[in-house]
């Protein structure tokens, strides 16, 4: 549906270079990135706010590279909504309607108006906003507000949707509607949605692809499942938010489960971001193991995602032995509640497992105790460093 | 007994009201000066004007007296009503588009509002006098500048249109590009973005800048005296009562024209601040 092929420009302080990729129809893809990756001049390229410094960008098939925005039929969300303040509520989504308006003759205009107005109604009720129909944009509140953008948005009946950190500004709440919304509407009406954000949990749940950005450049595509479990570089990890990351060398590879002497937590060179406050305890005495295929003296990065780590009080309790790998006694450092029924347990060692709340209350879990981390090696993942 | 306490209270309440409002009181009697500057030219015409109402409504009835008016008021119209027009697409340009050389072009735009006007008159004069580079060939069309109405407006337009380019400018500037390209996306074209949206989101600034305009072209004396002393513009007609006959003579005229000129300017600020807000 669309296609960017080496697209590459600068524009004031933000660039982006050579950018490949494909958007299938119907799909929801999200661009996930760090503020000022060049996500926003990405969306405002496909949209045609600006025209790529080189490359091309094809939408169905055909060359839009330098089409003007009002021929591509294409609709725009942006994080500040852009309602148009002098216009009511209906008059903004019937904008587009109207840009498109032929009719010269006083019955045809007529018919017209009428049409514009049946359209209008049928999006408002779409968002559940027939309501707010006159009134101002000032009035309305953020999450209100959005949905007006959306509507007016969807009211030319586009093919494709660019929403650039739609959900950003909003409150909790309003975030988890409208994250509804725009799904039920990628699923039901079948329009193609890409979607910019910096925040990897709403990339998680939207996205049936996701293109990580870094630096004006697209580093990896893939399935949430993809990205988020076997991130290819290290930086991409950390930003996606995984938790436990250590450094090491790998001592034995037997049929390609590696076994991994770890020398400390964190990135090997950086300055390393989760367990850096428990890292003495980890290093030089702990081994991990991992399904990889690095093997004897290959130095690695392990990456272990906080939600793959199962905690138990003692093997016995877990059930004897299992097939998990790897079973690390730890002490519990601290518990933190992360909302929506989850709690965050960091040991003193630097593992971050995320458990259930209910679960902690069960096994009676304070900070203090000792306890067994227990994650098989097909959780932990293998970067080369 | 009982009010003495009561004053001595309130006194106390205001000197701590003086104490946090500081800033204001020193402002305040800074620039009362200003205002009190103001107040006290016009105060004191109109006041003496009102010992002498006789001469004032001779004034009024006066037929050169509201004819020169009528000229100067039209004429500023005009200038405004052209500048409105070449002026808002330079304005938009300059608001959005950066190229090499803008400077320059914003420098042009602000240099009547940086020479004297006499000098403006003199500049003017020597382009459309009737042997002028352009008053020749315009001449021979028909159209002549020099002691003709149209050289009164090509003054006027001269000294005001920056106040107006400057304050469209400023309009367009405010107006957030991502509307522009939300209409874009929306189907309308430029031309239809710029009319339903850019223009609207502009029109406070606009409408000001207009008013400004105007009220400056309507000021307009030395260049106007230069290049079209003749239709007589009220300033004109004014300067000429006062050399002539004096102050007496003068001062009516002059009392006439700034109530005319203040009413106008007060109407237009007020529907300038009705048509800002409806659209808010």
New interface residues.
């Given amino acids: 549906m669309i296609e960017l092929r080496g697209v590459s420009k600068r524009w004031r302080e933000f660039s982006i270079k050579n950018i490949n990729l494909e958007v299938k129809k119907g799909e929801y893809f999200v661009i996930l990135g760090p503020t000022g990756a060049g996500k926003t001049l990405l969306l405002e390229l496909i949209a045609g706010f600006h025209f790529p410094d080189e490359g091309k960008i094809l939408i169905d098939g055909r060359d839009m590279t330098f089409s003007p925005p009002e021929e591509r039929n294409i609709g725009f969300i942006y994080q500040d909504y852009m309602l148009f303040p002098h216009l009511t509520v209906e008059r903004n989504i019937a904008f587009g309607l109207r840009a498109r308006q032929r009719g010269r003759f006083k019955r045809e205009r007529r018919e017209r108006r009428e049409e514009i107005a049946r359209k209008v109604k049928e999006v408002l009720r779409m968002l559940g906003i027939e309501h707010l129909a006159k009134r101002r944009p000032a009035t309305l509140s953020g999450g209100e507000q959005q949905k007006v953008a959306i509507a007016r948005a969807l009211a030319i009946e586009p093919r494709i949707l660019l929403l650039d950190e739609p959900l950003s500004a909003l409150d909790m709440r309003t975030r988890e509607q409208l994250r509804e919304d725009l799904r039920r509407l990628n699923r039901e009406k079948g329009i193609t949605m890409v979607h910019v954000t910096h925040d990897q949990t709403e990339a998680a749940m939207l996205a049936d692809r996701i293109a990580v950005m870094m630096r004006g450049r697209i580093v990896q595509i893939g399935t949430p499942r993809e990205i988020f479990s076997r991130p290819v570089s290290a930086e991409i990890a950390e930003f996606v938010g995984v938790e436990n990351i250590f450094s090491g060398v790998v001592v034995r590879n037997k049929g390609g489960l590696a076994e991994i002497k770890i020398a400390s937590a964190g990135l090997a060179g950086s300055a390393g971001l989760a367990g850096s406050a428990g890292s003495a305890a980890f290093s030089g005495s702990e081994t991990i193991f991992a399904v990889s295929k690095h093997g004897e003296g290959t130095a690695v990065n392990v990456f272990v995602r906080p939600e793959d780590i199962i905690l138990a009080k003692s093997i016995q309790d877990f059930g004897g032995s299992s097939s998990a790998r790897n079973v690390i006694r730890c002490e519990i450092e601290r518990i933190t509640s992360v909302g929506s029924g989850l709690v965050r347990v960091r040991m003193r060692n630097g593992l971050v497992a995320l458990v259930t709340a209910h679960a902690v209350e069960e096994l009676r879990l304070r900070e203090g105790d000792e306890v067994l981390a227990i994650f098989k090696a097909s959780a932990a993942h293998t970067i080369k460093t | 007994m009982l009010s003495e306490e009561v004053l001595s209270v309130f006194a106390v309440l205001a000197l701590r009201r003086l104490k946090r409002e500081k800033i204001f009181i020193l402002s305040l009697f800074l620039g009362i000066f200003l205002i009190t500057f103001v107040c006290i030219a016009l105060g004191n015409m109109f006041y003496t004007q009102a010992r002498d109402i006789s001469a004032l409504i001779e004034a009024a009835k006066d037929i050169n007296v509201l004819e020169a008016i009528w000229i100067s008021i039209s004429a500023a119209s005009t200038a405004t009503l052209i500048a409105f027009i070449f002026g808002t697409p330079l304005a938009y340009f300059l608001a959005r588009k950066e190229f090499f050389g803008k400077s320059v072009i914003e420098g042009i735009v602000d240099v009547p509002l940086m020479i004297p006007h006499i000098v403006a008159g003199i500049a003017l004069y020597a382009v459309f006098m009737r042997y002028g580079v352009l008053g020749a060939p315009l001449q021979r069309l028909g159209l002549a500048f020099q002691d003709a109405f149209a050289g009164i407006v090509v003054a006027m337009l001269f000294v005001s249109f920056p106040f107006f380019v400057d304050a469209a400018k400023e309009g367009f500037k405010q107006v957030?590009p991502?509307?522009e390209?939300?209409?874009?996306?929306?189907?309308?074209?430029?031309l239809?973005t710029f009319f339903?949206?850019s223009f609207?989101?502009a029109s406070p600034s606009i409408i000001s800048g207009a008013i400004m305009c105007w009220g400056r072209a309507i000021s307009e004396f030395s260049a106007v005296l230069v290049l079209a002393s003749f239709p007589r513009s009220a300033p004109v007609l004014i300067y000429e009562r006062f050399t002539s006959y004096g102050l007496k003579a003068a001062m009516p005229v002059a009392v006439l024209l700034i109530s005319i000129c203040l009413l106008i300017f007060v109407l237009l600020r007020l529907l300038g601040t009705k048509a800002g807000s409806s659209?808010?």
């Fill in positions: 957030d991502r509307f390209n939300v209409a874009r996306s929306l189907g309308a074209s430029q239809r339903e949206v609207p989101l659209k808010k």
